[in-house]
Every structure is written in structure tokens, then in C-alpha cells.
């Protein structure tokens, strides 16, 4: 069920992404894109495989997820 919430929000992340950048911006954004996903997948899964998934861990995700966007708006 996670798993298809995590998609049914990141699924249009890559469209707003297109929309947001110039046309000479768009492989630097979907790099950075990627490269954000991939990082946050990575945390995600070893911090649930782990179990020391605590609210303190659960802010740094809030703050590292609007740093993203904030970033990516700013470009």
C-alpha cells in the first residue's frame, strides 16, 4: 500500500519538473531528479529494513524533501 502511495505522489513530480525548467535546464533537472530519488530510496528502505525509523529521522526527510523542491523552484 506504501508503495503504491509513493508512486501515486511522485508521479507527477517529473511532468512539474519539465514544466518548471527552461529547455536547457531539462537533463540537469531530471539529474538531479533522479539523483534525489535515488538517494531518498535508498535512505527510505534502510531506515524501515532497520526499524530506527523515529521522528526525529521522519523531520530530516520533511526538511530534505522541501530543500529539494525549493531547490528545483529556484533553478
Not at 529547455?23 to 529494513?49: E, H, L, R, T
Not at 521522528?55 to 529539494?68: D, K, M, Q, S, T
Request: glycine content about 10%.
Amino acid at each position: 500500500m506504501l508503495d503504491l502511495a509513493n508512486n501515486t505522489v511522485q508521479g507527477p513530480a517529473p511532468a512539474l519538473l519539465a514544466d518548471l525548467s527552461g529547455p536547457d535546464q531539462k537533463n540537469v533537472a531530471n539529474a538531479i531528479f533522479c539523483s534525489w530519488m535515488a538517494i531518498g530510496n535508498i535512505v527510505g528502505y534502510s531506515s524501515g529494513a532497520s526499524g530506527s525509523c523515529t521522528g526525529e529521522i521522519f523531520l530530516a526527510y520533511i526538511i530534505n524533501l522541501l530543500l529539494c523542491f525549493s531547490i528545483d523552484c529556484s533553478c
